[in-house]
Every structure is written in C-alpha cells, then in structure tokens.
C-alpha cells in the first residue's frame, strides 16, 4: 500500500468535485450563476455574440477570484496588500542619486592627503 504525500505541504489543497476544491467550486458555481442569469436577462435585447462576450466579461471576476493565487495569496488578499500599501499606507520615495565611482575617487584622494600629511609631519 502507497500513501502519496506532496512535496510541499503548503500547496495542498483538498478536491471536492471534477478536481477543484471548494473555494473554486464557489467561485465557480457563483461566476456560472451570474452569467446565466445576465443571459436571460438580455437575450431578447442584443444580438448572440455580444451577449456572449458580455456574459464571458461578467465570469471573469469569478475565474479571478475562485482560481488565481499569487506568492501563496488569494485573490482578495492580493488585492487587499496592494490596496494597503499603493493607496491607503502609499510610501514618499525620494530619488537621491549616489555617484559610487567619484565617492571611491575621493576616498582615494582622501587616504592619499593623510598619507602625505603624515609623512611631512614625521
């Protein structure tokens, strides 16, 4: 008997049917739900094909949410973290430029002086 174990505990995720868990099953279920309903409403007031472009549209907010994560963040906690830290918490960053190779030169000169310095003192 075998039992298989993921490499990386953290990325298990349990299926509940057809092989999506339950987050994707609601998201899904929701996102299927809205589009049918955006069907009947419209059908006998715009032609096939824009309808279906429109019912794609209203699913697409769903697929994100039920099936998109990122750096191990769910679709409402990435929003959420870029909310916070672009519009609520955003950060003033100022542009100091810093010139390496002439902080190095000067140093240089710097130790050079000393060095002169010292050896007319001596």
Not at 10 to 22: H, Q, V, W
Not at 94 to 101: C, E
Request: proline letters at 2%; charged letters at 20%; one cysteine or more.
């Amino acid at each position: 008997m075998e039992v298989k174990i993921n490499k990386d505990i953290r990325t298990y995720t349990e299926n509940m049917a057809f092989g999506l868990s339950l987050r994707q099953c609601l998201f899904g279920g929701a996102g299927l739900t809205l589009s049918v309903v955006v069907f009947f409403a419209l059908r006998n007031h715009l032609h096939i094909e824009v309808l279906s472009w429109i019912c794609i549209f209203t699913v697409a907010p769903f697929a994100v949410l039920g099936f998109i994560s990122y750096n191990g963040m769910t679709a409402e906690q990435f929003i959420y973290a870029w909310l916070k830290s672009e519009i609520i918490y955003p950060k003033r960053l100022k542009f100091q430029d810093t010139n390496l190779y002439r902080e190095a030169i000067d140093r240089a000169k710097n130790t050079k002086n000393m060095a002169s310095r010292k050896q007319r003192a001596d």
